[in-house]
């Protein structure tokens, strides 16, 4: 009867580990966040993007040239929430072998216009996610 007990007690103990591990993992997937696995460049559109963003904001097409500050090739305004099938569109055409990103920034001075750029960067800052930008690479479909 006490290995049962015991048997019983480790067995507890250890779902408990899990399931605490297990909402470790889903919060760390909760906030802010891109989902750009399924993204298709079609000439100057990235589709089939999903955002959560805890306030409004925008999602924003990067260009991430070596040696130089991102440039944003265009960008969509977002509400607080989840959104999917995101088509957002760029300047012109984006060509998929150059470092494209999507990033989100929260909108900050509460004038619905996307704003933040060179001489420009204390508004409509990055959402971060502790240290780091939510941002994630638009890979082209092979």
């Known amino acids: 009867?006490?290995?049962?007990?015991?048997?019983?007690?480790?067995?507890?103990?250890?779902?408990?580990?899990?399931?605490?591990?297990?909402?470790?993992?889903s919060s760390a997937q909760t906030g802010p966040q891109i989902d750009a696995v399924d993204a298709m460049i079609e000439g100057n559109r990235i589709t089939n993007i999903t955002?959560?963003?805890?306030?409004?904001?925008?999602?924003?097409?990067?260009?991430d040239g070596v040696g130089a500050p991102p440039?944003?090739?265009?960008?969509?305004?977002?509400?607080?929430g989840r959104t999917g099938n995101i088509s957002i569109e760029a300047d012109g055409p984006l060509d998929p072998a150059s470092?494209?990103?999507?990033?989100?920034?929260?909108?900050?001075?509460?004038?619905?216009t996307y704003d933040f750029g060179p001489g420009s960067?204390?508004?409509?800052?990055?959402?971060?996610?502790?240290?780091?930008?939510?941002?994630v690479p638009v890979k082209p479909a092979m």
Not at 71 to 80: C, E, M, R, V
Request: charged share 10%; aromatic share 2%.
């Open 71 to 80: 440039a944003s090739l265009g960008h969509i305004a977002l509400t607080q």
């Open 1 to 25: 009867m006490k290995i049962h007990i015991l048997a019983a007690t480790a067995l507890v103990g250890i779902a408990g580990v899990a399931h605490a591990q297990n909402n470790a993992n």
């Open 121 to 135: 960067t204390d508004v409509d800052t990055p959402v971060m996610n502790g240290d780091a930008a939510v941002v």
């Open 99 to 112: 470092n494209l990103t999507l990033m989100l920034h929260y909108e900050t001075n509460d004038n619905q």
């Open 51 to 63: 955002v959560e963003i805890n306030r409004p904001g925008y999602l924003v097409i990067h260009n």
